[in-house]
């Protein structure tokens, strides 16, 4: 199987990280994830409220490639470790306040996470893994607990 990997890039703060795509344990979620990259997908992070050390971004509507309904559950985790990247999909109306659906990408970047959300346990499919440049990312994703959210860029790496 190729080896696929992503370029995360945070421009204004000029810090990166790459991680690679776990296509042998999450072929659907990744596949999917890949088809919406054909396009560079900029959107905002922010800091997630509920699982712990965690920044989670929306996939826009311009890298929606795909029908969400269709990725199965696969390579589940509900306690993720420093680095993992989960995909997330929760249909409108799952929870009050949730009136459109939620296309979510969350990245750990420290320990002690739980998937765990207004509806109870919420596992999220492990569908990459950071492998260049976990430490600096963790720095800056601790920063956006304080200040905000952040624009953040996502690109296939062919590097």
Not at 14 to 21: E, G, M, R, S, Y
């Amino acid at each position: 199987m190729t080896k696929r990997r992503v370029l995360i890039e945070f421009p204004d703060e000029k810090v990166t990280a790459i991680a690679k795509l776990l296509v042998d344990e999450a072929p659907k979620t990744c596949a999917a994830i890949w088809s919406a990259l054909e396009a560079p997908m900029i959107t905002t992070a922010v800091h997630a409220m509920y699982t712990g050390h965690e920044i989670s971004l929306r996939l826009p509507a311009a890298n929606q490639r795909f029908d969400p309904e269709t990725i199965p559950k696969e390579n589940l985790s509900a306690f993720p470790l420093p680095g993992d990247v989960l995909w997330s999909y929760v249909p409108a109306y799952m929870w009050p306040g949730t009136t459109e659906p939620i296309l979510d990408i969350g990245i750990f970047y420290g320990r002690e996470n739980r998937t765990f959300f207004p509806i109870g346990w919420f596992p999220g499919n492990r569908f990459g893994q950071i492998e260049e440049n976990l430490e600096g990312l963790a720095k800056l994703c601790r920063r956006l607990l304080y200040e905000g959210e952040k624009q953040i860029t996502i690109t296939r790496y062919e590097g």
